[in-house]
């Protein structure tokens, strides 16, 4: 196997790791009613993978990409071989310490990284096509269980962060208090919902409520979403043929769910909840608090300036995190505006900044 890259400075920590989870998990882990409806991993006549959820063959997960997911790293020739095979790609291609909690250690070792907070690969995917809000409530009942498992005898090194829908709020806030319970360092949610509510309306205050009563912190992760959250101005722009298009304007999903707690006060009714922003890139942070900033003090924002006394950027600092790409070339001019200590994990970044980029600023996030 060629040599995992290493990282030159102790005290890592890896804001955003993730993990792929087995192909039983939720016939392991999810309640017996469920059972019979639970996500999984399957191979077609022809031998090409595909996700199927609640018996269904996935229209998005299919023909063969749950084995690209799984053969990720033998695309930077970092080849691990299982002893034992499955004859799912999926599985037996899987990276070193994707599945395996000890392998995962192994993997931090490797890479001279301390700690990793953990999120789902196909709980990412599956939720874009599952409209049963009950079993999507109970499928992330079972992730939830299964990833707290997975870092449990880990000495903190693993950090398991659960996943929230908040299609029913009410079920949402009472998983967030068993998770809490259950020792998650943190609480996820995607940027979209089933019941097309933004990120910030008022139906979700009890699950903010909790979040803040329980000390954990919210962050918005992208994931795959239905295709009518696509804007529609150029149509139907959501096939695999416009990958570049969407890739690159995928983290406008979080964007557009972190402006909403604004639009409707959050920060003000919860000053301190904590929201961290993950895997969108940092760099434009800097010209959105710019804009926000002005919209607010505009005539346009005299509705916000009722809900909120201080300007965005001033919340963002209080209460906001966000992480940075190892290419993103534009934020040294961005973070000594914004705030060091209000960003985390990447390579590239200022040395004068780099102990909080690298591990500091999250723990911070996370209340560690």
């Known amino acids: 196997m060629k040599p995992l890259p290493r990282l030159s400075f102790s005290g890592a920590v890896d804001g955003d790791g993730h993990v792929l989870e087995p192909p039983d998990l939720w016939l392991q882990y999810l309640e017996s009613a469920y059972r019979h409806r639970a996500p999984t991993i399957r191979a077609d006549d022809a031998g090409l993978e595909f996700l199927e959820i609640d018996g269904a063959v996935s229209k998005i997960v299919r023909g063969g990409m749950p084995a690209g997911l799984g053969a990720m790293d033998r695309v930077a020739g970092h080849v691990f071989e299982r002893e034992v095979v499955t004859g799912l790609k999926y599985v037996d291609e899987a990276p070193l310490g994707a599945m395996d909690p000890g392998e995962r250690i192994e993997r931090l070792d490797l890479e001279n990284i301390e700690r990793a907070f953990l999120y789902p690969t196909l709980t990412l995917f599956?939720?874009?096509?599952?409209?049963?809000e009950d079993l999507t409530q109970a499928c992330l009942r079972a992730?939830?269980?299964?990833?707290?498992?997975?870092?449990?005898?880990?000495?903190?090194?693993?950090?398991?962060?659960?996943?929230?829908?908040?299609?029913?709020?009410?079920?949402?806030?009472?998983?967030?208090?068993?998770?809490?319970?259950?020792?998650?360092?943190?609480?996820?949610?995607?940027?979209?919902?089933?019941?097309?509510?933004?990120?910030?309306?008022?139906?979700?205050?009890?699950v903010f409520a909790a979040a803040q009563e329980c000390g954990l912190p919210l962050g918005i992760h992208p994931s795959l979403e239905p295709k009518w959250t696509a804007p529609g101005r150029f149509g139907d722009y959501t096939s695999g043929q416009y990958g570049f298009f969407l890739n690159v304007t995928s983290a406008d999903?979080?964007?557009?769910?972190?402006?909403?707690?604004?639009?409707?006060?959050?920060?003000?009714?919860?000053?301190?909840?904590?929201?961290?922003?993950?895997?969108?890139?940092?760099?434009?942070?800097?010209?959105?608090?710019?804009?926000?900033?002005?919209?607010?003090?505009s005539p346009q924002g005299y509705r916000i300036r009722a809900l909120l006394p201080e300007k965005p950027s001033f919340y963002f600092r209080r209460q906001c995190w966000i992480s940075g790409d190892p290419d993103e070339t534009s934020l040294a001019g961005i973070i000594p505006r914004v705030g060091a200590d209000r960003f985390f994990w990447a390579s590239d970044f200022p040395e004068s900044a780099r102990q909080g980029f690298l591990g500091a600023n999250v723990l911070r996030a996370f209340g560690r």
């Open 253 to 297: 999903a979080v964007r557009h769910a972190f402006t909403s707690l604004f639009q409707y006060g959050v920060f003000e009714k919860f000053p301190s909840l904590r929201i961290v922003l993950l895997e969108s890139g940092a760099g434009w942070v800097g010209y959105w608090l710019d804009r926000m900033d002005t919209v607010y003090a």
């Open 126 to 132: 599956w939720i874009a096509e599952c409209e049963d």
């Open 143 to 206: 992730y939830n269980r299964w990833i707290v498992d997975f870092c449990a005898d880990s000495g903190d090194r693993l950090l398991p962060v659960a996943q929230i829908s908040l299609g029913d709020p009410e079920a949402a806030e009472r998983e967030v208090r068993r998770v809490a319970e259950a020792g998650v360092a943190g609480l996820f949610v995607p940027p979209f919902q089933w019941t097309r509510k933004p990120l910030g309306d008022p139906a979700h205050d009890r």
